[in-house]
């Protein structure tokens, strides 16, 4: 067995030297779809992790009147504290607000015009933390019920809801170009192991002729094509590997902990899949190329 | 008194020939016969000719002893082996079982004399450490051991010839196949190649020899089956062209 290993690995190497211009065009092409793949799985991830730290972040911001009496503002805080859905209801005072306004602006770097307008225009807050982000209950009608309390009340369920789809298109869009991409490498390796058929024609006539089974005819063949999907694979991840710093990098800047670099999940997953999408894919290129153009085990 | 000996010893041991047809016939797909009601038995350790002109259906019974191809109708056997009732993934066996040579020697040309014989028995699985031995012992066969490290193109035609027939003798067959072995050569080369088939042949494998040297044919005085017209029209000792 180790023997037969051995012999079909070493047949495989000597075939994509022989052929080594198809290899490499096949090689090149299977990198290029891999980092497509890549890319998909990275950008994928990083809008979950943006949509997670968005949903774990949602909260309902009720605007209240100016001049609101304090015990209307400690009645409405005591009904939502008791409704199901509600993790925590903090208030924030109209200097509050206007603080952590001020601290906004200065951690963008804009020039704060606050100083400018006399009076504090910003109106004092509840801040509803929910349990769930999905369940919003009876939160908002509980917030609208007392009259002349709450003047605006503001979730961020609409902006959760387009990056949900945008993430879906781009899943589809995405997978669609790979399934493509992924076509054409297949093809790519078919006519790659092709030419090796039919550059080694005399040597599988003598093969046959000697009595060789079959499967030292075809194993050799269908190494080349794992050889090509593995080399692929190879060197996409050694790309990637040059380029997680600056994607950590990039995803750091949108506050998002994408753990891209080695050991994180990501980074697993990304080399499971690159190698095995790799070498499954230069496989069955090669395993098609062989029924193809050498006919069905049985044939001979 | 032959008779007699083999019914004391061995009643019911009459030997299995080395190859055997039965009423084999072959048409091909386009309707061209190729073979019609052949008979054909060689005992082990016969030296036979195949003769005919060509297109008589010698090279379409060498494929069907080879299962390259298999019978319309008819029994094949060789040795042990039932050809036309095979299963496919039995035929790598019957291929070890027959050596096989032909005109046009089919070696690999950026192999050496010794790659090439070595060839046979890789892609059939040897363990490595028995393939060198085994080279070593048919080269010395054939008479090419100073020759071993040599390509194909730097050697005669003879000495092309032998390293097919070497690698063909690497397995050990029981039966030598040889298609028109001696068609590139001239005649004193080709009497090598006789003679080293010959000695083969004294070693006990049965030689089937499919030619057209009459030359040759005619000195040796070996069975000659005569084929024409995928019939076999004569099957005697001795003679080219036979008596008709």
């Known amino acids: 067995m180790i023997g037969f290993l051995a012999f079909a690995a070493r047949r495989a190497a000597e075939g994509l030297w022989r052929n080594r211009v198809m290899s490499l065009a096949a090689t090149i092409t299977m990198v290029l779809m891999l980092v497509l793949l890549a890319s998909l799985m990275i950008i994928l991830s990083g809008m979950q992790a943006g949509l997670a730290l968005i949903e774990s972040r949602v909260e309902m911001r009720a605007e209240l009147f100016d001049g609101v009496a304090q015990e209307r503002v400690e009645e409405l805080t005591r009904q939502l504290t008791a409704l199901p859905e509600v993790a925590q209801v903090s208030y924030v005072s109209k200097d509050e607000a206007l603080r952590r306004f001020r601290e906004q602006l200065a951690a963008g770097g804009r020039e704060d015009l606050t100083e400018v307008v006399g009076a504090n225009p910003l109106p004092a807050q509840l801040v509803v933390r929910l349990r769930d982000p999905k369940s919003f209950g009876s939160v908002r009608q509980t917030l609208a019920s007392p009259a002349g309390v709450v003047s605006r009340i503001i ?24 399934a493509l991409v992924g076509l054409t490498v297949l093809l790519i390796v078919v006519n ?7 550059s080694r024609s005399d040597e599988i ?10 499967a030292f005819v075809r194993w050799p063949l269908i190494f080349e094509g794992v050889i090509i999907g593995a080399l692929g694979a190879l060197v996409t991840l050694g790309l990637l ?6 994607i950590s990098q990039l995803a750091g800047i949108i506050a998002v902990d994408l753990p891209v670099a080695s050991g994180g999940r990501l980074a697993t997953d990304l080399i499971l899949v690159i190698s095995g999408v790799g070498v499954m894919l230069g496989g069955l290129g090669a395993w098609i190329s062989v029924r193809a153009y050498l006919g069905s085990p049985q044939a001979r | 008194m032959i008779a007699v000996l083999d019914e004391a010893h061995a009643p019911d041991a009459k030997p299995r020939p080395a190859v055997d047809l039965r009423d084999v016939s072959k048409v091909y797909a386009n309707g061209r016969q190729a073979l019609a009601e052949v008979d054909l038995t060689i005992p082990a350790g016969d030296f036979v000719f195949l003769v005919g002109p060509s297109g008589a259906g010698k090279t379409t019974l060498i494929r069907l002893l080879l299962r390259d191809e298999l019978p319309t109708t008819g029994l094949i056997r060789v040795g042990s082996y039932e050809v036309s009732a095979m299963r496919s993934r039995d035929v790598p066996r019957l291929r070890r079982h027959i050596g096989t ?19 046979a028995l890789e892609v059939t699985g040897s363990p490595r450490r028995l393939v060198s031995t085994a080279v070593d012992r048919v080269l010395e066969l054939v008479g090419l051991t100073a020759q071993a490290e040599q390509r194909p193109a730097q050697l005669s035609g003879g000495e092309q010839q032998r390293t097919a027939i070497a690698r063909a003798m690497v397995h050990q067959p029981r039966v030598f196949i040889a298609d028109e072995p001696t068609g590139n050569l001239d005649p004193l080369i080709s009497w090598e190649i006789i003679r080293l088939l010959l000695h083969i042949n004294d070693l006990g494998t049965t030689v089937l020899m499919a030619t057209h040297n009459a030359e040759v044919v005619t000195a040796l005085r070996k069975r000659v089956v005569a084929l024409d017209e995928g019939r076999v029209v004569r099957d005697a000792v001795g003679g080219y062209h036979g008596s008709h």
Request: glycine share 4%; no cysteine.
């Open chain 1, 241 to 246: 590997s040059l380029a997680a710093g600056p």
């Open chain 2, 101 to 119: 040579v032909f005109q046009d020697f089919k070696l690999l040309p950026r192999k050496t004399v010794r790659e090439n014989v070595a060839f």
């Open chain 1, 192 to 198: 790659s192991i092709r030419m090796a058929v039919m």
């Open chain 1, 155 to 178: 979730d961020q369920q609409s902006s959760v809801d387009r990056l949900v789809s945008i993430t879906s298109w781009l899943r589809v869009v995405g997978l669609i170009v790979i």
């Open chain 1, 205 to 214: 006539e003598i093969m046959r002729l000697v009595g060789a089974s079959d």
